[in-house]
């Protein structure tokens, strides 16, 4: 089955940074998008960035551009989120996500704080 599982969250400082991995099982990893969202308390799920299969195309939110940056590893079955110059308002559950054959897919998320 389709599991997806998030690390790398933590707390960090304002202008810090943090790497955050998804780690991908149980369906063809190189022949599909994977996306990065966030919620945060009391607001919606938010899109962060997307990466098309191949890694060529990527997309991001307004809000993190020039900032946050997504890569894939498809010999390893997993996407990364480095997080640079990161700001209080990046705080939120961070979730990996994939669509397989009309199904969505989420992780269980890992927490960002970032706060002095």
């Known amino acids: 089955q389709v599991q997806l599982v998030e690390s790398g969250g933590g707390l960090v400082q304002p202008g810090g940074s943090l790497r955050l991995a998804c780690a991908a099982s149980?369906?063809?990893?190189?022949?599909?998008?994977m996306n990065w969202y966030r919620q945060a308390p009391g607001k919606e799920r938010e899109l962060v960035a997307g990466i098309g299969n191949t890694g060529r195309i990527t997309n991001y939110a307004d809000s993190v551009k020039g900032r946050f940056t997504i890569s894939r590893d498809n010999a390893k079955n997993t996407v990364h989120l480095q997080m640079n110059s990161l700001k209080p308002e990046d705080t939120a559950v961070y979730y990996c996500?994939?669509?397989?054959?009309?199904?969505?897919?989420w992780g269980q998320g890992t927490q960002v704080t970032v706060s002095s």
């Open positions: 149980g369906f063809t990893f190189s022949s599909y998008a």
């Open positions: 996500k994939t669509t397989v054959v009309a199904k969505t897919y």
